[in-house]
């Protein structure tokens, strides 16, 4: 049985993970097509996952809900906070977002509309200033996700991120909340 809805966009929802998501958790992560774009190279285990569950997934700094379409899990979707610390996180008031879909769910319009969903939240319900994401330069769906939202590029970390045998490019992105506020 699935969780309680935290979340509803407009052809998602997002709802908190449960230990009976973990198989569909583990499968999408070690799964190429996941764990490459999202620049781990770990595999996951069933203690791993349970691991995850209890120290990502519970974690009070951030925000991390399974994307849903119906009681059927498509993917996973997070703000987290800042890269630098909670004590930064709550002085500038910025966080980080991150997703990724089940492989056969790319390309269908989910992911945007988690992202987009989650973005408002950091907003109106967290009274976030900014918000944040970072991706590797091979990632164009991902780029185009983040730009179709009013994200802008921010900044590139040269080679920092080694993907299919080469190094590449890490992209910052970021929204503020009076930009995101002027696109609405």
Do not use: K
């Not at 781990?40 to 996952?49: A, K, L, S």
């Not at 089940?102 to 969903?117: I, L, M």
């Amino acid at each position: 049985m699935p969780g309680p809805v935290f979340l509803r966009g407009d052809s998602v929802t997002l709802r908190p993970a449960e230990e009976e998501d973990l198989a569909f958790i583990r499968r999408c992560m070690n799964d190429p097509r996941v764990w490459r774009p999202a620049l781990d190279v770990n595999p996951m285990n069933r203690e791993q996952g349970t691991e995850f569950l209890e120290r990502v997934v519970s974690d009070e700094d951030g925000v991390q809900c399974l994307v849903c379409d119906g009681d059927e899990p498509l993917g996973f979707v997070s703000l987290t906070g800042s890269r630098y610390g909670p004590d930064e996180t709550s002085r500038s008031r910025s966080a980080e977002l991150a997703y990724w879909l089940a492989p056969e769910r790319h390309g269908q319009g989910y992911g945007s509309d988690a992202a987009a969903r989650m973005v408002r939240y950091a907003f109106e319900d967290r009274n976030l200033r900014r918000v944040g994401a970072r991706l590797g330069s091979f990632n164009d769906a991902s780029a185009a996700l983040l730009e179709s939202l009013g994200f802008e590029h921010e900044g590139t970390l040269r080679e920092a991120a080694w993907f299919r045998g080469e190094y590449h490019d890490v992209l910052r992105y970021g929204l503020l909340r009076e930009d995101w506020r002027d696109r609405r």
